[in-house]
């Protein structure tokens, strides 16, 4: 990906975070997921081929604290980056894999471990906006939620679950906050409306190098901690973060948080193989 200059390339890195040592689903990366064609392999190595897939990516490695996961990555193909077991997000465990990189990078984007079904359009847009604006130091991903989206996440939030992270987004494209619950408020008569600013964030980042390596040095605040959203720690320290909008991918963005949602996961890796 080369720079607006055109003379000088950015060269750019995908990191997947991934840890063994998880309170509701420990092990998780190990995880055995079936696609189309009785294809069974470790949630890792789909996330792994996921990020493969992407275009523009120098290189793709595996941050863990872990020999078992580093076993998989490598048993998958990717390099591995060993970090601490002091990390507390992906965001953390990436800037601590800086230091093992054999080459250095201009971009590194942070791909989830559990971000299985992310498409490479969106990671590529993430891409192209930092080569487009050297102003962008960190950007992430929003789908505008459609009137069954905005159903389900209302529905979710009334019943007490956790349904996925909305954003609210400012004139200049930065995000103004991110929370698990349903951001903005949509009156009633409202919901349905597919132009209302419901955004549904995927969690993906891009960051430059030094942005990547300041977090580790900002201060954890409060909303950080009560929303559990890493992505806080940048807006509470005044921090800007790019919102890219995307198209919708034409399935569901679910990650792997519980066990639960392995058959439900499943089932979108077959349909979508099979197509």
Known sequence: MQNPAGNVPLRTVIIIPARHASTRYPGKPLAMLQGARGIAKPLLAWTIDAARSVRGAAAVHVATDHPLIAEAARAAGASVLMTPESC????????????????????????????????????????????????????????????????RLIADQQAGRVGG????????????????????????????????????HIGVYAYRLGALQRYATLPVGTLE???????????????????????????????????????????????????
Not at 181 to 190: E, G, M, T
Not at 192 to 197: E, I
Request: hydrophobic share 45%; charged share 25%; glycine share 4%.
């Open 88 to 151: 507390t997000n992906g965001t953390e465990r990436c800037a601590a894999a800086l230091d093992g990189l054999a080459e250095p990078a201009d971009i590194v984007i942070n791909f989830q471990g559990d971000a299985l079904l992310t498409p490479a359009f969106v990671v590529e847009a993430l891409i192209a906006a930092m080569a487009t604006d050297p102003s962008i130091e960190v950007a992430t991903p929003v789908v505008r939620a459609s009137p069954l989206v905005q159903r």
């Open 225 to 275: 901690l009560l929303e559990g959203l890493e992505q806080l720690r940048f807006l509470e320290s005044r921090k800007p973060v790019r919102i890219v909008e995307v198209r919708d991918p034409g399935h569901d963005l679910w990650e792997l948080n519980n066990p639960e949602d392995i058959p439900f996961i499943e089932a979108i890796l077959a349909d979508r193989d099979a197509s």
């Open 165 to 200: 992270t909305t954003v609210a987004i400012g004139l200049d494209r930065n995000a103004l906050y991110f929370s698990k619950s349903v951001i903005p408020h949509l009156p009633p008569a409202r919901i349905g409306d597919p132009s209302l600013p419901l955004f549904f």
